[in-house]
Each structure stands twice: as C-alpha cells, then as structure tokens.
C-alpha cells in the first residue's frame, strides 16, 4: 500500500499530494477521465515468454501496417473506373492508346506521382509478405502443438485471416486492369462459370453482365479498401484480444509451468523489441520496393481480351490452385445439354475449399483423435508430436507440389525440361509426394526422439575418447547440465493405446459399450496417431541411468583431469572463469 | 557542215601518221565494250560471282546440312520401326535467304542433334559462309530475301514519327508477341520442349528475319500479314523497351510473378525471420552470463 499520501500528523488541514510532474499530470488527467491506470496497470507489465519463432505472426501485423499506411497513399490517385480515356501521360511507348481510367491512374502513380512507384511496389511486396508471414506463422503454430486447447478458436480466426488475406491480394492485383490483371479477372470469370447450373448466372451477376463490363473494378475497390480490410482488423483485433486473454504459450524449462508465463514484461522490453521490429519490418519493405521490380504494369499494356502474355502466373499465394488448375487432366462431362466442366471444377472450386476446411478443423480433428481435452500452455516440439508434425509435412509438400505446377512453363524454359513431362510427373507426384513425406517425417521424429532418451539416460557425447588399460577405446559421455535434461524431459507422456474398445468387461462380464462406428474409427485413428511412439524415460530408467553414469566416472577416476583438458569448453557449461590450464 | 568538214579533213591529215593504226584499234575495244555494257543482260557481271558462291554455298550445304535436309534441299522422311513417317528435316525449297540467315547466324542450324527445340549456340560458319548457304537456299527456289537495314531503322524519320512507330510497335507485339515470347521478350514454354526464346537484346534484323519466316514452331508474319513498316514498329518498340531504364529496380529476369513470389519468400521472409531470430536473441540481461530466459 502506498503510504506516501496518508496524513502522518494529527493537523487540522488534510493532508494533499504533493504537485505531480507535467508527465503524471497528463496521465493523471487521461486517468481520471478515460480510466486507463486500471487497464495499463496490468497490460503495461504483461509477461511475454521470449522466443524467435513466437514473433512470426508479427511480421504479418506489421506487413499489414505498412499496407494500411501505403494503401492509403495509393487510393488518394488511383481511379477505380473503367471508363475508357486517352493515356496522355509521361510514358513514352503507350502515349496516344485509349485505356481504362484505372489503367491510366496506375500509370499516372508510377510515373507522375512523386513516390507513386515506390509506395505501389511496397504496397505490393508487403502484401506477399503479409501473407508469407501469415503462413509462416500457421506453421510455427501447428508444430509446436499452440492450436490446442484453449487456443482453437484462434487457429479458426488465423485461418480466416489467412482466406482473407489471399482474396485481399487477388482483389488488390486485379485493380490497375492491364493485361496481366485483366487474364486474371478473365481466369476468375471462368472458374465461376464452371460452377454447375448457376454459374453464368453467377459471372453475370459479378459482371453487371458480359466479361469484362464496366462494373468489375469499381466493384472490387470497394471489396478491396473496404470490405476486407474492415474484416482483416475487425479479425487481427480479436486474433490479438484472445492471445492477451489466453496468454501467451511458452517452451517448457525450468520454473515454466501451465500455470505461469515466464518472459519479460511488455514495457520496456516488449515494448521496445516489437516496436524495432516493426522498422525492421517497414524497412525490408521499403528495401524491396526501392530495388526490386514488382507487377511492372506499364509493361503488360492495357487490359484487352483479345491479347495474352507468357507467364500469366497468379500471385504466390493464388498459385497452387493455378498450379492444381495447369496439371488437371481435362475432364469434361456433357448430361442433357450442361457440361460439367471437371477440369477447372475440381482443382479451382473444390479443391481449395477442400483443403481450407482441412485446415481449419485440423486443431479439432487432433483433439479428436487424441482425446486430449486438456488445457496446454506448454508448447510440444515437433519431434515429441510424430503424426503431427508428418501430417502438416504432407500438407506443405502436396503444396509445394501444387505451388512447382503452377510455375510449370518458367521451369521448363529455365531448366529446359519438357512442360509436359513436368506435368506428367507432377500428377504422380502430388499424391505419392505427400506420402512419402508423411512416412519420412514421422520415422525421422521419432529416430530425434530416440536420440533425445539416449542423451537423456547416457549424457551426451563429449568427443573425448579414452583408452583403457587394455588398449580398448571409447568415448566418454557427460550428463546434460540440469535445466537442458529438464527441457527435453518436460513433456506429456503419451497414452498407450492397445486392445480394443469393447475390450474391457466389467465385474460382471459385460464388456464396456463400443460407441459404434465411429469409436472404432476414432480407435483405429488413435492407434495410428501414437503408433511406435517413444516414451520418455521413467524416474527409474533415469535413475538407474545416473548410476551408470557415476560408475564409468569412477572407472575413469584414475584419468580425471589428466591431458583431457579443456573439454569444458564444449558448449555444454557455463566456462566463466574458467581458463586452460598450463601445461 | 562547212566546220565538220574542216576538222575531218584536219584528223584526216593524220591517217597515216604512226600512231593511227593503234587509235583505231583502242577506238574499237571501247566501242565493243561499251556497247556490250548497254545491250547484254544485266546480271551477267554478277552471275559469274553468284554462280561461284551457289557453288561455295552448295559445297557447305553438303557437307553440314544435307545429312538432315536431303542432297537438294528436299527434306527427308524416315521410316519409323513401326511404319510412322518422322519429319527428319523439312525442305528447304522455298524457304530463302533470310531462313537460312536467321537459322545459321544464330547458330541455331546446323544443330547438333535434332529435338523439339533448336536452341541458340556459338556460330559454325563465317558471315561468307553464311551468305554462301543463304545463296544456295535461295537458289533453290524463290523465297524471303535477307532484309536490308533500311528495312528496319527509324532514320529519316521525324521525333514525332518515331514516337508514333514506337506505340504501334507496342500494340502489335501485345497482340501477336507476347502469347509465347512474354511481356518483356523473355521467353516463355512450348509444348513438348520446345521453348519460344528470348527475344530481349536480340539484333534487329534476326528479330525481322524471325518474323518473315517463323523458325521453328513460330508462325511466319508474312508481309501480307504484318506489313513491312509494322514489323520495323515491332522492332522499334522492342529497341526502345531495352534503351528504357529499369524504373522499378531489378528486373527479376522479367519473368512476372512467379520469380517475384520466389523473391518475397527467400529475399523477404528470409531477412525479416533472421530478424526475428536476431532480436529474440538480444535482449535485457541482469549478468553478462548468458541465461536461459
């Protein structure tokens, strides 16, 4: 209790504070009528655990920062309007051409606006990033198991922002109509036209009638500076209310409990360091777009449907639909006059749909599987979650399949390869790819497992080799320094799963209700899920690991601290104040 | 009359003179000679030279084209195992000059082994050689000849008129370039191997001759189909993409957003995660020890 400004005397006059300096004085004016000192009092001090991979997510807020702010630039001179007008400005080799008025404004930012071409190839580069980082981050997410109880609801929201994001790109890069982003409104307006039954309906509807109108633009401005972006912050604000709310996870270690967060507080450290990187941030940006050539819309001309260019690629992020889309076989159903269009159906509207909802249960799926209800603040690293981290593997390599067929014909000019057996080869590899990974993964994590226990019960390997008296050799293992074993040892043990349900019988002979189907399922699953899994070791194992330990060191007692010397300096300890000895 | 006289009568003096008989005789060859200049048909000066370097042309052809092309020029089909007829090389009769210039001179032809693409390589022939070649081909029937520099370059004209070819170029290499050759000119796939190539930086009159005769699985613009002054526009409009300074930075090859998301991931997520990484790794210390935090 603060005892500064209770009465130390029995005086007829109360006592009153003393004058506050001219920064107390603002903040106790902000105080008294906005009531902040309640809420700062606790949020100023919040504990953030510190670790690279948790500031992941904060390149794609800053990203959206940078966005917020060169987006802003770009709208006060871009015209969202297809009218057509005659292009008058600096550009040489496209003066005199008739063009849309949005075409036209993109060229008066690039080349008359003082800063237009910059703030454009930053906006655009952040978006990339916005998104890589996005993407990024989902992985750091998945790997290290902070999906999990009580945090699935975000993994929901990160999703969405991750649609979000990808669909707040394809509108932005639509937006400047030359011919690159005109194929790409074009593509948009086939894959709605393959969807059955309604889907010129739908194009038309878009549209405000035939491909391209007059509408698409205006249209997607509005989408673009307005709808999204209001959703993107109302999500990044919830997405961030929640991680204040959960608290942040945090690797286990020595006095890292669920029940605590150990880290540094958010003003000055927190504070500072997210601030930093936010420079950092809208440096790199800044960097990319002062020195490398983004959407160069000046080159691509104006956008007309009779024209085309090579190397008509989506952004990233859009590219493995594309690259679904470039390896499809071409399918095509005709019933009662409808065609049915597989080819562009399949991979555009089915496939990217299948798999964002994948994404978005997966947190669920897990918990299903593994049945674990727990509350985990405590993260888990990959190679203690086999089956996980294989699955999300899988994941990214069926993407990284999809993403190489999307960029299929620069891969065959610059390694001279034949598109088309690139695409032969790709439709295998996308289903026996993933596979592949899935297996080599899982069996790799659990090899990182086995060695763990190894070092856990053995020590680690010292690189010191002794000999004998009998002239045998062997190297010299040490035991981990206490927190390090503590680390690798803080975690879960995992259920056994054997038999089957239905298995167990009660006193009375009747076996336990199976749960139907679906339990069999759910088991078989499980079984899978925990399949050659390795177990930490026991207190005993550990124990018995110890003796071992203190006998090979008093076997070899007799060459303690002779000529092998200046192994402490292997990485392992703490060497302050230690030197070589002198021989 | 009365003059003409007078002066013959004066030349006629000398008939006899020592010198006479040798006038006379230098008068004649002239005579011959230039009367011959005036009456006999045109090419025959050139003939004997041309008819030498069709000889020339035809000796090389032999030894480096034939084995493909056929000892005439005909082409030649091979028999498959089984029962197919491959294209092995196709005639050159017909195809002129400006084929043969284009294929050779960038080395293009004789290939060195055949396949979807006939990519460009280090020159087999000397530019003699090369006319030689082209000279036979276009013997052996009439076809494009090879476009002179006055076919192509924008001399004598007008800033303005300039400006204007430049534009059209443009818009022509949109609408009939860009669909294989890419935005910039860097290419782009074809099927089954074969690539459209790289027409950024290359010399004018390959970029016309490509067009007149369309090598490879190009389509040829005939003049009937692009006229000549829109082909010069094409490679005016070419020329003045790469005398224009890079305004967005690097280029990145020119190759559109597949290179530009490759960019964003190595050169973008790279740097900001080793960010990352560097700031997790300062941070407040009470002891210079370093903790475990």
Redesign the interface.
């Known amino acids: 209790m603060d005892t500064t400004k209770v009465a130390k005397t029995n005086a007829t006059t109360a006592a009153t504070a003393k004058k506050p300096n001219r920064a107390g004085a603002v903040a106790g004016w902000a105080d008294e009528r906005l009531g902040l000192a309640t809420a700062m009092k606790k949020n100023l001090r919040k504990v953030f655990p ?7 997510g ?2 794609a807020l800053w990203s959206f920062v940078v966005l917020l702010l060169t987006g802003v630039f770009l709208t006060l001179w871009f015209t969202p309007s297809m009218g057509e007008v005659q292009y008058n400005g600096s550009y ?6 008739h063009m849309s008025e949005a075409y036209a404004s993109s060229l008066r930012l ?2 008359d606006v003082r800063g237009g ?1 910059l703030m454009r ?1 930053m906006h655009h ?1 952040a978006a ?2 916005f998104v ?2 996005m993407m ?1 981050h989902l992985l750091r997410v998945w790997f290290t198991g902070a999906y999990r109880k009580p945090r699935e609801l975000n993994w929901v929201i990160g999703c969405l922002l991750l649609i979000l994001g990808t669909l707040e790109g394809f509108t932005g890069y639509s937006l400047p109509d030359d ?2 982003s005109g194929t790409g409104i074009r593509a948009a307006d086939g894959f709605v036209k393959a969807t059955p039954v309604v889907g010129s309906y739908m194009s038309f509807f878009m549209f405000g009638g035939e491909f391209p109108g007059e509408s698409i633009i205006p249209r997607l401005y509005t989408v673009h500076v307005l709808l999204i972006p209001g959703l993107l912050l109302a999500l990044i604000a919830a997405h961030m209310l929640l991680l204040v709310y959960h608290k942040h996870t945090q690797w286990p ?2 006095g890292r409990t669920e029940q605590n967060v ?3 507080p958010m003003l000055p ?1 927190y504070a500072a ?1 997210a601030g ?2 936010f420079f ?2 809208f440096g ?2 800044a960097l ?1 777009g ?7 819309v ?4 104006p956008y ?1 449907p ?11 992020y859009m ?1 493995w639909p594309d690259g679904a889309l470039r390896i499809m076989p071409g399918l095509e159903t005709h019933i009662w006059g409808i065609t049915i269009s597989w080819n562009v159906m399949l991979p555009i509207l089915i496939l990217p749909v299948v798999m964002f909802t994948i994404l978005l249960l997966l947190p669920f799926i897990d918990a299903w599987i593994t049945g674990d209800k727990r509350d985990h603040h405590l993260l888990e690293r990959p190679r203690n979650a086999p089956t996980r981290t294989a699955l999300m593997v899988a994941l990214m390599t069926m993407y990284g399949l999809f993403w190489i067929a ?5 891969i ?2 610059k390694l ?6 690139i695409t032969y080869f790709l439709r295998v590899a996308v289903f026996v790819g993933p596979v592949i990974a899935f297996v080599v993964t899982r069996r790799w994590c659990i090899s990182l497992q086995r060695k763990d226990n190894e070092t856990l019960l053995h020590g680690y390997e010292t690189g010191i080799i002794m000999r004998s008296a009998e002239g045998g050799y062997s190297e010299r293992h040490l035991p981990l320094p206490e ?1 390090r074993a503590y680390a690798i040892a803080a975690r879960d043990r995992d259920p056994v799963i054997d038999g089957h349900p239905g298995a167990e019988v009660d006193a009375n002979g009747v076996p336990a209700p199976t749960g139907g189907r679906l339990a069999a399922l759910r088991h078989r699953l499980r079984t899978v899920w925990y399949a050659d899994n390795v177990q930490k070791p026991t207190p005993a194992e550990l124990e018995e690991g110890h003796h071992h330990a203190e006998h090979e060191h008093e076997l070899q007692a007799p060459v303690e601290g002779h000529a092998a010397d200046g192994h402490q300096f292997d990485g392992h300890h ?1 060497v ?1 104040d230690e030197h070589l000895r002198s021989h | 009359m009365r003059l003409l006289n007078r002066s013959a009568g004066r030349l006629s003096r000398h008939r006899r003179g020592p010198l006479a008989g040798l006038a006379v005789v230098l008068l004649g060859l002239l005579m011959t000679g230039g009367l011959y200049t005036v009456f006999s048909p045109a090419q025959a000066g050139s003939a004997a030279s041309s008819e030498e370097q069709i000889a020339q042309g035809r000796e090389l052809f032999l030894v480096s084209c034939a084995f493909c092309h056929g000892q005439n020029g005909e082409g030649l089909r091979t028999q498959q195992g089984n029962g197919d007829e491959t294209q092995f090389g196709p005639t050159l009769v017909g195809v002129g000059a400006a084929a043969v210039d284009f294929q050779v001179s960038t080395g293009r032809m004789p290939m060195s082994r055949p396949g979807a693409q006939a990519p460009r390589k280090p020159v087999a022939f000397s530019d003699d050689e090369i006319a030689a070649l082209a000279a036979y081909v276009a013997s052996l029937g009439p076809g494009p000849a090879i476009p002179d520099e006055s076919d192509y370059s924008l001399e004598g004209m007008s800033d303005e008129e300039r400006q204007q070819a430049i534009t059209n170029g443009g818009q022509i290499f949109l609408t009939n370039c860009t669909a294989c050759h890419n935005f910039e000119g860097s290419g782009g796939a074809m099927p089954r191997g074969g690539a459209a190539p790289q027409i950024r930086g290359v010399e004018p009159r390959l970029i016309y001759e490509a067009m007149l005769t369309g090598p490879g699985q190009m389509d040829s613009f005939s003049n009937g189909n692009l006229s000549p002054e829109e082909k010069r526009d094409v490679i005016a409009y070419l020329g003045s993409m790469e005398d224009m300074p890079n305004y967005g930075g690097f280029g990145l090859g020119g190759l559109g957003p597949v290179v530009e998301g490759m960019v964003a991931w190595v050169f973008g997520i790279g740097l900001l995660v080793g960010a990352a990484v560097w700031i997790a790794a300062h941070t407040t210390r009470s002891t210079k020890k370093k903790v475990d935090a």
């Open positions: 510190d670790h690279w991979s948790f500031m992941l904060e390149i040489d080799q496209l003066r005199g051409i690039s080349f071409l190839q580069w990339m990033l890589a980082s990024v011919l690159l270690g020595p150990v880290g540094f450290v360091k930093g990187f950092m941030v790199v940006t990319m002062a020195l490398f050539t983004i959407n160069p000046w080159k691509y001309g007309d009779s024209k085309v260019t090579a190397g008509s690629q989506p952004d990233w590219g999307g960029g299929n014909d620069i065959a000019i001279h390869a034949s598109i088309n057996q927190s703490a302050e």
